[in-house]
């Protein structure tokens, strides 16, 4: 009881690092969730990337001056609207920036290895921005599904988390699994039932996770689909991302199977 408490004392001022740096990062994440999309679609020829321009107000266009973009605080101060012109300013940004903060702190408090925080950083910063902007515009970009694949197999390269032949057979698995669903439902009816997008996160989840796990990862996210389904929407009719059930689903089995790995 004592020695527990005098690690978690030990590792306070490193939780309360980790949540300013989970802060920063998360604003950086809502920069790619709000930019990403519109340099895809304009393929190369965009007016702007994810530094240029400058922190601005969407709505009248004013540059945001250092004070206004301190992560969580500047919200806070401005009372979530333009400093310039009052229109609000969406608690989406905000809440990528707490939520981001919690999960920094809250992986430096239960993993005790610095690897571990590392790994589910990672993990954070593909799947937070792969999971809002498939919510937003049905679109899982290349940039981080590939990157994701990428790192699953380094981490199990000297056998991480599983071996990497567990890891390479699941990111096999994971893609050709999904692409038979693929193009059966395409053939029987005529048009995709799931997006490229979803194959590729698959194939990387294969890869974090290994292919023994990939039933319950697909079973867990249309589970989840099915519930994001019965919530009401705007267009009932319009169809519905499978991406962020996935990325809900793989993360958390990702934690679960971090927690029995360390403890
Ligand atoms: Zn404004």
Redesign the pocket.
Known sequence: MVLTLLRHAYLLPFCLLSAVLGAIWGSFLGVIIDRLPAMIVADGCADKNLFYPPS???????TLRWWQNIPLLSWLLLRGQ??????PIPLLWFLLEALSALFFAATVWVFPQPQAWLALWLLWSALLPLAVIDARHMLLPDCLTLPLLWCGLLLNLRGGWLSLQDAVVGAAAGYVFLWLLYWGYRLLRGREGIGQGDLKLVAAFGAWLGWQVLPQLLLFAAFLAILLFLLPRRDAAAAQPFGPSLCIAGGGIFILHSLLFIF
């Open positions: 601005h107000c969407t709505h009248c266009q004013h333009c400093a310039h012109c009052r229109q």
